[in-house]
C-alpha cells in the first residue's frame, strides 16, 4: 500500500543533507502566492478604509498684524506667523524652486516614492535613523493632515492618503498648501511670512535668487539660517540655483548672473509684549474682542485676533509715542529736571478732539514688568482739573466770565462740612481781592472764588457736566456731588480727563477715545473703523467762553501753566494738583490735539515682585521742593507738545466776545421815538469829570468803590463803554478807593494738646499756613506742645504759625529721644472723601 504524503513534508526523503531541509518549489510559489494574495488584500482593506482627513485646524491659521499709524509694523497676535497666499499670486520659479530642492519628480509622480520607501525601510532594518518616503507630496500630507507621523502604521497611512491626494487634488493646489503650510524658521510658517521674514518684502516680489535660497533651507531651517551658518545656507542655494536651472524652472541667463542674495539678519529674540507694545497692544485687543465692558467690539474673541489673519492700523503716532517714552525718562534721570522718587509714575493720554483718535499713550515702562496701564486703568485724584466743569456749569446757568466773586482766602461756606462750617483757604494762603472775574479765577485756581461758584450753581451740576464731557460713570469710583467736589476730590482715568478736555477743545462735541483706525483682512476688505463721531453736549458759547479762561492759566504772567507759552500758539489748560499733593496733573489743548499729564506716587512699587500699590505724597526732585500741577506736569506737557505741535498750523481759537455789563434801561418808553446816545470810555479819568461828561448826555451815574493802589477817584471800570444807549440809562462806574486791599486779621487758634494732624487741619480751616518743629518734652510723641506766633494773637490771614511738637522726653533709650504712642503720625491718609476739606489745590 503506498504511503500516505504529509502536509508537513520535512525533512525530505530521498534528498541531500542539505535540500532535505530547503522548501519545495510548491511550497516557495505557494507562499509567494499567499503573500502576495494577503499584502494585496491588506492594502485594499487599507486603501477603502483610509480616506483624505480634514486640514489641521492650524495651517489655516493666520497672523493678525498691528501697524503703527505710519504703517511700519508695531506687533502681532499669532499662535503660527503665516498669512496664506494663493499659487497663482507667485511668479512659477518660487514653486519650482521647491520643486527642484524637494522633489524633483513632483509634476509626474503619483504622490509617492517607491524607491525612498524602500531605502528607508532599509535603513530602518539595519538599525540606522527611522526614515520615511520624502516626495513633496508626502511631506504635505504629513504637514497639513496628519501633523508628526513616526511609526510604521502611520507612515503606510501616509503614503496611502499621498496616493490618494495626488488622485484628486490638482498638483497646483497641493503646492500651495505645501507652501503656506511649512515651517521656514525664525518662527515663520508659509512662504510669506518667510520671505518677510528673510527679505522684508512679499513672496510674489521674490527673485529666483532668494526663492533658492528659501528653498535651500527647508530640510533644517533653523541650522540652515544664514544668520546662524552662511557657509551651508550658500551651500544649499547653489545646489537649489543649479536644479531650477538643471530642471528648466530658470534661464540659462538667469543662472549665470544669480548671486546669493541679501538678506535681513536674524533678530535677538526678544518679549513680544515688552516696552511700549504691550501696553498698546492690549488696548487693541480690549477695544476690539466683545466684552461686557464693550459689547460693540468686532470680534467675538481673543481666538481671531490669533488666527484669522487680520491687518489692524491704530492711531498710535510712532514718533509720539517714542516722544512720551524720553519724557518719561526726565523723571528718573540726572539730566534737566533732576531725578524723581523711584516710586513716581507717569500717564499720558494725547487724541485727536475732532475725532477721538489716541495718538500717544504712555501708561508705564514695561509692559513685561508693570502690566497696570496708568493712563486707562489708574484711578487718581483729579484736584483743580475739575474747576473748568464748574466753570460750565456756571456758564450754562447764564453766568458770565465779567462776573464778580470773592477770592480771597479763608471764606467760610456755612455746614458745608456735613453741617458745620467749613473754611476754604487758597493755596499759600493768597488773597485775591473781594472781587475777581471768573478768567482771573481761573487763571490762577482760586479755590475759594470755585467753591462759591460751586455753591451757586449746585456741585450736583458739576458732576453732571463732568460726565456729559466724558468723565466715565463708574460704580467703583463714583463722582461725589458734595460742595467739594470742585476742587477734584473725586479720582479719574487719565484717558477720561483727556475726553473730557477734549470736549471742550471740540467745541462742546464729545468723542470716543480709541486706538484703533482700521481693521481689515489680509484681502483689504474693511471689517472695523475706528468710532470717530461726535455728539454734542454742550453750547459752543459755553466751551468758547471757558476755553478763553483756561488760555489765562497760561497767557497771565504769573498763571500755573505759563510754561507753556514757549508753544508759542494758542494753549489753554488747567493745572490740577490733589490733597497732601498726591497726584499732579497738567491738562492742556491746542485746537488740533488735546494732552494730559498725570504724576502720582506710589507706597508700594515693586516690579520684580509684581507689587504696585497706595498712594503717596510726591516727594520733590529737582528743582521743585514741592510737586504741583504747575512744576513737573506742565514741563513735560510743554516738552512732548513741542514735538507733538512741529508742522502743525498755528489755530486761533474761536474768538470769545466779552459780556458787557448790564445797564439799567430808562422808564417806560413814550409814543415817540427814543433819542439814543453813545457812551464814552471813561476808564482812567477822575469820577468827578466822568459823572459830568455822562450826566452832560443826560445818562444816569452809580457809582461803586473797589479797594485799588490807583489814585482815589479814578474810575477803573465802567458799564456800556464804546455802545449806544437810550438816554436816561444807568451807567455803572467803579472807582477806586485808593487804598490797597488789606489782609484780613484772625487769630491763632488754641491747638495745645492737639494731634499734630488734627493741629494743623484746625491750622488750615483758619486760613493760616502750619509749619512744624520738634521738641523733645514731657509730652507724649505727636502732640502740640505751644505755637508761634501763640494762640489768641492776631496775624494776617495766610500767616504761617509754627506748631511745636513732642519728640518726647529725651534719651528715653531708644536712641532717638522717641517713645510709643498711638496718636496719629501725621502721615498722609489716601485717598481724601468728599468730606475731608482740607487745602486741595490752587496753584497760584
Request: no cysteine; charged share 25%; net charge negative.
Amino acid at each position: 500500500m503506498a504511503r500516505r504524503r504529509r502536509f508537513w513534508n520535512y525533512p525530505r526523503p530521498n534528498k541531500g543533507a542539505v535540500q532535505r531541509w530547503l522548501p519545495s518549489w510548491r511550497i516557495v510559489v505557494g507562499t509567494g502566492l499567499t503573500g502576495t494574495a494577503l499584502g494585496a488584500g491588506l492594502f485594499v482593506a487599507a486603501w477603502s478604509t483610509t480616506t483624505i482627513p480634514d486640514g489641521l485646524d492650524e495651517v489655516n491659521n493666520q497672523a493678525t498684524t498691528v501697524y503703527w499709524s505710519n504703517g511700519k509694523e508695531m506687533g502681532t497676535f499669532a499662535e503660527q506667523k503665516r498669512e496664506l497666499i494663493k499659487y497663482e499670486d507667485l511668479p512659477p520659479y518660487v514653486g519650482n524652486a521647491v520643486v527642484a530642492s524637494e522633489d524633483s519628480t513632483f509634476w509626474t509622480n503619483n504622490g509617492i516614492d517607491v524607491k525612498g520607501i524602500a531605502r528607508a525601510a532599509y535603513s530602518n532594518f539595519q538599525g540606522g535613523g527611522r526614515q520615511g518616503a520624502s516626495t513633496l507630496t508626502q511631506q504635505y500630507v504629513e504637514r497639513y493632515y496628519l501633523d508628526t507621523t513616526t511609526s510604521y502604521a502611520g507612515k503606510a497611512r501616509e503614503a496611502i492618503i499621498a496616493l490618494k491626494v495626488a488622485q484628486t487634488q490638482p498638483k497646483e493646489e497641493v503646492l500651495e498648501n505645501y507652501l503656506n503650510t511649512i515651517y521656514w524658521g525664525r518662527g515663520t510658517y508659509g512662504i510669506q511670512a518667510a520671505s518677510q521674514e528673510y527679505f522684508n518684502k512679499d513672496a510674489k516680489d521674490l527673485t529666483p535668487s532668494e526663492a533658492a535660497m528659501l528653498s535651500g533651507i527647508i530640510p533644517s531651517p533653523v541650522n540652515w539660517d544664514p544668520s546662524i551658518n552662511l557657509d551651508q545656507a550658500k551651500i544649499r542655494w547653489g545646489r537649489s540655483i543649479d536644479r531650477m536651472y538643471e530642471q528648466g524652472y530658470i534661464t540659462k541667463d538667469e543662472h549665470s548672473k544669480a548671486e546669493f542674495p541679501k538678506f535681513q539678519k536674524k533678530r535677538e529674540a526678544t518679549n513680544t509684549q515688552g516696552g511700549q507694545k504691550g501696553y498698546l497692544l492690549a488696548e487693541v485687543k480690549k477695544e476690539l474682542v466683545r466684552s461686557k465692558n464693550n459689547p460693540d467690539g468686532p470680534l467675538e474673541s481673543e481666538a481671531e485676533l490669533e488666527t484669522r489673519g487680520l491687518k489692524i492700523t491704530t492711531t498710535i503716532d510712532q514718533k509720539l509715542q517714542k516722544t512720551a517714552v524720553e519724557v518719561e525718562k526726565t523723571l528718573h534721570d540726572d539730566g534737566t529736571y533732576g531725578k524723581a522718587d523711584k516710586n513716581v509714575r507717569m500717564s499720558l493720554v494725547s487724541m485727536d478732539p475732532q475725532t477721538g483718535a489716541v495718538k500717544a499713550l504712555y501708561g508705564g515702562p514695561d509692559y513685561v514688568k508693570q502690566s497696570l496701564n496708568t493712563a486707562t486703568q489708574d484711578v487718581v485724584q483729579a484736584g483743580s482739573t475739575f474747576k473748568p466743569f464748574t466753570l460750565m456749569a456756571a456758564l450754562e446757568d447764564d453766568h458770565t466770565l465779567e462776573e464778580k466773586v470773592d477770592g480771597n482766602s479763608g471764606k467760610v461756606f456755612p455746614a458745608a462740612n456735613n453741617g458745620e462750617d467749613w473754611t476754604v483757604p487758597n493755596f499759600g494762603g493768597a488773597n485775591y481781592g473781594s472781587s475777581i472775574d471768573l478768567t482771573t479765577a481761573t487763571a490762577h485756581s482760586v479755590n475759594t472764588a470755585f467753591v462759591q461758584l460751586n455753591e451757586e450753581v449746585g456741585p450736583e451740576k458739576t458732576r453732571e457736566v463732568a460726565e456729559r464731557a466724558g468723565i466715565r460713570k463708574d460704580e467703583n469710583y463714583p463722582l461725589s456731588a458734595g460742595l467739594s467736589n470742585v476742587l477734584g476730590v473725586d479720582s479719574v482715568r487719565p484717558v477720561d480727563l483727556a475726553r473730557a478736555y477734549s470736549t471742550i477743545a471740540a467745541g462742546g462735541y464729545r468723542t470716543t477715545p480709541h486706538v484703533v483706525a482700521k481693521v481689515e483682512t489680509l484681502d483689504g476688505t474693511t471689517l472695523y473703523e475706528g468710532p470717530s463721531e461726535q455728539e454734542k453736549e454742550f453750547d459752543p458759547d459755553v466751551t468758547t467762553a471757558a476755553a478763553y479762561a483756561m488760555t489765562k492759566v497760561v497767557e497771565d504772567p504769573t498763571g500755573s501753566g505759563r510754561v507753556a507759552q514757549e508753544l508759542d500758539r494758542p494753549v489753554a489748560g488747567k493745572t490740577g494738583t490733589s490733597n497732601d499733593n498726591k497726584s499732579a496733573w497738567f491738562a492742556g489743548f491746542v485746537p488740533q490735539l488735546t494732552t494730559v499729564v498725570g504724576l502720582r506716587q506710589y507706597k508700594t512699587l515693586d516690579l520684580e515682585a509684581g507689587k504696585i500699590s497706595g498712594q503717596d505724597e510726591i516727594d520733590g526732585f529737582g528743582e521743585w521742593d514741592e510737586i504741583t500741577g504747575g512744576t513737573w506736569p506742565v514741563r513735560a506737557w510743554t516738552d512732548f507738545m513741542q514735538v507733538a505741535t512741529e508742522g502743525m498750523d498755528v489755530e486761533e481759537f474761536p474768538e470769545y466776545v466779552p459780556t458787557q455789563p448790564t445797564y439799567t434801561p430808562s422808564p417806560t418808553p413814550t409814543e415817540t421815538e427814543e433819542e439814543a446816545v453813545t457812551v464814552p470810555n471813561l476808564v482812567g479819568q477822575d469820577v468827578a469829570s466822568a459823572t459830568q461828561q455822562l450826566e452832560g448826555l443826560q445818562l444816569k451815574v452809580r457809582a461803586q468803590s473797589q479797594n485799588s493802589e490807583e489814585r482815589k477817584g479814578t474810575v477803573l471800570q465802567m458799564s456800556g463803554a464804546n455802545t449806544e444807549v437810550p438816554v436816561g440809562t444807568t451807567i455803572t462806574l467803579v472807582v477806586s478807593t485808593g487804598q490797597p486791599e488789606q489782609p484780613e486779621q484772625v487769630v491763632v487758634p488754641n491747638v495745645v494738646g492737639q494731634p499734630r494732624t488734627t493741629a494743623e487741619q484746625m491750622i488750615y480751616g483758619d486760613a493760616l499756613q502750619p509749619a512744624v518743629r520738634e521738641e523733645f518734652s514731657d509730652q507724649p510723641v505727636g502732640v502740640v506742645i505751644d505755637t508761634d506766633p501763640g494762640q489768641g494773637n492776631s496775624v494776617d490771614q495766610g500767616s504761617t504759625v509754627t506748631l511745636i511738637v513732642s519728640k518726647g522726653p529725651q534719651g528715653n533709650g531708644n536712641g532717638n529721644g522717641n517713645q510709643p504712642t498711638d496718636e496719629p503720625s501725621g502721615e498722609p491718609t489716601d485717598p481724601p472723601t468728599e468730606d475731608d476739606l482740607g487745602i486741595l489745590d490752587g496753584e497760584n
